[in-house]
């Protein structure tokens, strides 16, 4: 499974950006995607996901209510829309994926992720 990871950039606070994350070689239409993300001097967080098994999604709390993610399953793509960005949220941003069945509550568990895409900086600006 390969993930190629696009969309990042500088936007100033209260601004929008979308991420997006092309897949390919997974081998059924089962697997969950979405983001992790890390900012400087912290460890990596997940933010969303989806799993198409189950249709769960999962949003970190701080982003709850802003970000929205989506798939395109014709396109194997997976998309972030990220709303009224804050500071905050400032973070190299890593598409992921595994083809394991997961339960919802496991969805931002880092270790169950087997494939990473190259992270993009979002950098928001106050």
């Known amino acids: 499974v390969q993930l190629q990871a696009f969309g990042g950039g500088v936007v100033q606070a209260g601004g929008s950006l979308r991420l997006s994350c092309a897949a390919s070689?997974?081998?059924?239409?089962?697997?969950?995607i979405g983001w992790f993300r890390q900012a400087p001097g912290k460890e990596r967080e997940g933010v969303s996901f989806?799993?198409?098994?189950?249709?769960?999604?999962y949003y970190l709390e701080s982003v709850k209510g802003r970000f929205t993610i989506s798939i395109d399953n014709a396109r194997n793509t997976v998309s972030l829309q990220m709303n009224s960005l804050k500071p905050e949220d400032t973070a190299v941003y890593y598409c992921?994926?595994?083809?394991?069945?997961?339960?919802?509550?496991?969805?931002?568990?880092?270790?169950?992720?087997?494939?990473w895409g190259q992270g993009t900086l979002v950098t928001v600006s106050s």
């Open positions: 070689g997974f081998r059924s239409d089962d697997y969950a």
């Open positions: 992921a994926a595994t083809e394991r069945v997961v339960a919802g509550s496991f969805l931002a568990v880092e270790g169950i992720y087997d494939y």
């Open positions: 989806w799993t198409t098994s189950s249709n769960k999604q």
